[in-house]
């Protein structure tokens, strides 16, 4: 059975879509997420014993509370419910930001740092791979969240 040039020609574009093509979809896919996927479809929300939140000044001044109430740990959460980002290599912002800690069970287990509305990293004790800086690429109420952490400071 002879095959001629032009079948040849079309596998080979196929196989080359395929060899290049599938794994660059599936590396764009991962860089695309959701605060969902990366915290809350790890932990269960009513688990988390209490937050931490520091907030850290571009001119030096550190606020910290420790948050034990249920309902307002779940307000908390609940500003990031919808949150999308993708991954990043660096943050564009670094003036004041807001750490969150994380105690599930007593452990401790992810710090939050909000750097602006478009800039937050995660760090997962738990992971591999246990840091990623992101964009936020949704709608974020950075304003609203930056409110009621103020208040929870003072």
Known sequence: MIINKRKINIIAIILVVLVIGIPSIIYLSGLNTSFQKVVLDRINVGDITSLYI?????????KDAVVTDKEVIKKIMNEFTNVK????????SLN??????????????FMI???????????????KYSAYNYKVT?????????????????
Request: charged fraction near 40%; aromatic fraction near 12%; glycine fraction near 2%.
């Open 96 to 109: 004041d930001n807001y750490t969150i800690r994380i105690r599930v069970k007593e452990e401790s287990r």
């Open 54 to 62: 520091i907030k850290d000044s571009s001119n030096g001044d550190i």
């Open 138 to 154: 949704s709608k974020f109420d950075y304003e609203s969240l930056d409110k009621y952490l103020k208040k929870l400071l003072d």
């Open 85 to 92: 980002f993708k991954k990043s290599d660096s943050i564009t």
């Open 113 to 127: 740092t909000i750097w602006s509305n478009t800039d937050i990293t995660i760090f997962d004790k738990e992971a």
